[in-house]
Nanobody, 119 residues
Framework: QVQLAESGGGLVQAGDSLRLSCTFSGRTFSNYVISWFRQAPGKERELVAA????????YYSDSVKGRFTGSRDNAKNTVYLRLNSLKTEDTAVYYC????????????WGQGTQVTVSS
């Protein structure tokens, strides 16, 4: 089965940067779309970035566009999310999730990593 594991969260100051990592295992990496979601207390889960095979194929939500950058390292079966110019409103638990390329649902989720941005 697919296994996902996030890392890289922490407590930072507004304006700082973080890099989140998500390792993928259990299936063929190239057959899955890996995306980043986040959820803040009392809010709905939000799609942050869907990581494509190139920068031009990666989707970002309007709230993070221009500040966050997603990427893949196919040799390591890992996806990354670089969070720059962090704002307090970016505080959330960040999850990576995977879906089979022929599926419309994200069926596999990591445990989440907490990002807290203080002012």
């Amino acid at each position: 089965q697919v296994q996902l594991a996030e890392s890289g969260g922490g407590l930072v100051q507004a304006g700082d940067s973080l890099r989140l990592s998500c390792t993928f295992s259990g299936r063929t990496f190239s057959n899955y779309v890996i995306s980043w979601f986040r959820q803040a207390p009392g809010k709905e889960r939000e799609l942050v970035a869907a990581i494509g095979w190139s920068a031009t194929s990666t989707y970002y939500s309007d709230s993070v566009k221009g500040r966050f950058t997603g990427s893949r390292d196919n040799a390591k079966n890992t996806v990354y999310l670089r969070l720059n110019s962090l704002k307090t409103e970016d505080t959330a638990v960040y999850y990576c999730a995977a879906k089979f390329r022929g599926s419309s649902e994200y069926n596999y989720w990591g445990q989440g990593t907490q990002v807290t941005v203080s002012s």
